[in-house]
């Protein structure tokens, strides 16, 4: 599989989004990342269902929704019918986590995510079920923030427990992807990098995207 970058749309400019957007399918984008607040969760609040309903009239590109929100299982039939094609919940937040996933690939590819501070040991037993696995390397709740690089050991261990496990899972990692960092990522065997303010900064994003793709 080839790396795939994911721009993330909360750092887009949503004065001119349908611009954006068609600047991203016009630079080989297929696929966009939504991020999913709920104020409780992570302290901040973005899209529901019906933006991504919205969203889904004005572009082709796949959707790979992050829900950062509690108890996320009653919500997955939603965001399924605003047109996700795959769907990725925190396991902090959920009480069933398996339970979670299994309900997810009833429709759409699944993804777990780990907060920064949550050891690999909480989702090891759910390699063979998710398509993808999360490292978040930045909290989340907020675009922009710097990348933590502590996170890379962690990369590490996930991409030998994959190994381990036989597991088809690829690795997504999210959270201060830049010039600075993206290659080296690359190399611990990362397949899927959400990028905002790397790809959206000054609104040069054919630019941007350019430079980074040099490396996939």
């Known amino acids: 599989m080839n790396v795939l970058i994911n721009p993330s749309i909360l750092s887009a400019d949503f004065n001119n989004l349908q611009s954006d957007l068609s600047l991203l399918e016009q630079s080989g984008i297929k ?3 939504i991020d999913v607040m709920d104020g409780n969760f992570v302290p901040n609040i973005t899209f529901g ?3 991504i309903k919205q969203l889904r009239r004005i572009t082709k590109m796949k959707f790979d929704v992050h829900l950062m929100v509690h108890e996320p299982i009653r919500f997955i039939k939603d965001f399924v019918d ?3 094609d795959s769907i990725t919940v925190h396991c902090e ?7 979670t996933l299994e309900e997810i690939k009833k429709y759409v590819n699944a993804g777990v995510a780990l907060n920064p501070a949550t050891p690999l040991s909480n989702i090891e037993y759910l390699t063979n079920i998710a398509d ?8 989340p709740g907020f675009g ?3 990348y933590i690089d502590c996170m890379e050991s962690k990369i590490v261990q996930l991409n030998n427990l994959i190994k381990e496990k036989s597991s088809s899972a690829i690795i997504q990692v999210d959270g201060g992807i830049n010039e600075n960092n993206i290659q080296r990522l690359i190399g611990l065997g990362v397949k899927d990098i959400v990028m905002g303010s790397a790809v959206f900064k000054n609104r040069n994003i054919l630019d941007n995207l350019k430079k980074f793709k040099i490396y996939i």
């Not at 937040?93 to 339970?99: D, F, T, V």
């Not at 993808?132 to 909290?139: A, G």
């Open 49 to 51: 269902s019906e933006q």
């Open 144 to 146: 922009g923030q710097k």
């Open 93 to 99: 937040a959920c009480k069933h986590i398996y339970r």
């Open 31 to 33: 696929s966009i990342h």
């Open 132 to 139: 993808k696995i999360l490292i978040m390397t930045v909290n």
């Open 82 to 84: 605003a047109g996700a």
